[in-house]
């Protein structure tokens, strides 16, 4: 069966996620822009998860009714409901973005919870410690090992070869099961022309000079995606640095930061800006993207900047980084956590003219990047799953 928008075989799609919204994080938008992006392939597409927005006319709601209790049961209670529901209809396809289980294909968009918490506790009695202190986290790594190793999904999709090697490594999972299918992005929304029509205006409103050069931070996670080391970074130039801005995008505890850029000297230079349904202005106001993240399988924002235009700064800890060329249309950050190779790299952005000549850079190879790329790339895999199936039913029969 060949998988294409022109040509593929209608399906009924079940697509679970928690959250479905253009205004949140990167998942999140990127399970609205993949249920649209499915619809307009000519499938038939249910949406299942606990918080609705920004979904296309087209696409049927299930609402999960998931109890606010503690946090590890809210994790357990989350697949307990979307199995129970789930199982009330028929699907060719049950295609999960988050942990619950069974599903026919899971799409790791949050990466590996063992990883991370190898990363955030190094050390294994502190780790241990913080599983008993939120068992949240021993919840997830469960759902994990229900769904990774064993039955709990057919096929696996991740969203950069750093996930997919951290599935092998901590699970065992054979390579023929796991699927690299990278994001996309919307070209309607986010674009260089798009971003010349803000900028002035967007600018003018955040009182940004000509000469300023703005860095862009998106995340809903300032602690895990380095705004305390962009701040560091940033104070560590002095007057080198001293027309650079940083914004930040997105829900987080700024007070902290507030006093950390206060005890840097940053004051004024810093913008909280909350977070927000139109990022593509901010897009348009900045100049670089600054993601020093601790571990991200592939930060969608990474790929908006690129869309608009902006070379992008981030880690080898974001999957992101598998599509960043070194120098031409950004840089990779080898020690998420090293203000002083943060320093370094900011010191070779603070050219305009660079950062413009490595923006075109980085809009070109974004381009490659579509929702529609992605769709045929996340079908061909449901065909596979689709075709074994049949297999096994003609094998019973």
Known sequence: MKL?????????????????????????????????ALLRGGHEVHAFGQRFADLPEGVTVHPLQVTRKSSWWRVLNFHRCAARTLAIDRFDIILGLTRFFPMDVYRMGDGVQRHWMRIRYPFSPLRWFNYLLNPAHAANIYMERRLLPGGGARRIITNSRLCRDHVRHYYGVPEERIDVVYNGVDHAQFNPEARAALRSGVRMELRLAP????????????????????????????????????????????????????????????????????????????????LPTLYDPFSNVCLEAMACGLPVVTTSGNGASEIIEEGKTGFVQK???????????????????????????????????TPERNMQETLAVCGKVVAAKKSGDAAEN
């Open 335 to 369: 020690d998420a956590e090293s203000v002083r190779e943060l320093e370094q790299i900011l010191k070779g952005c603070l050219d305009p003219a660079t950062l413009r000549h490595m923006g075109a850079a980085a809009h070109r190879v974004a381009q490659d990047f």
């Open 4 to 36: 294409t928008m022109e040509n593929s075989e209608a399906m009924k799609i079940a697509l679970v996620n928690k959250v479905f919204s253009l205004s949140h994080g990167g998942l999140e938008r990127f399970a609205v822009n993949l249920a649209g």
């Open 211 to 290: 000469e300023d050069i703005a860095l862009l931070h998106v995340s809903n996670n300032w602690q895990r995606k380095g705004v305390g080391v962009t701040l560091r970074a940033m104070a560590a130039l002095g007057n080198e640095g001293s027309n650079l801005h940083l914004l930040v995008v997105g829900r987080g505890r700024a007070e902290p930061f507030r006093r950390l850029a206060l005890k840097l000297g940053l004051e004024g230079r810093v913008h909280f800006l909350g977070p927000s349904p139109e990022v593509e202005r901010f897009y348009a106001a900045g100049d670089l993207l600054v």
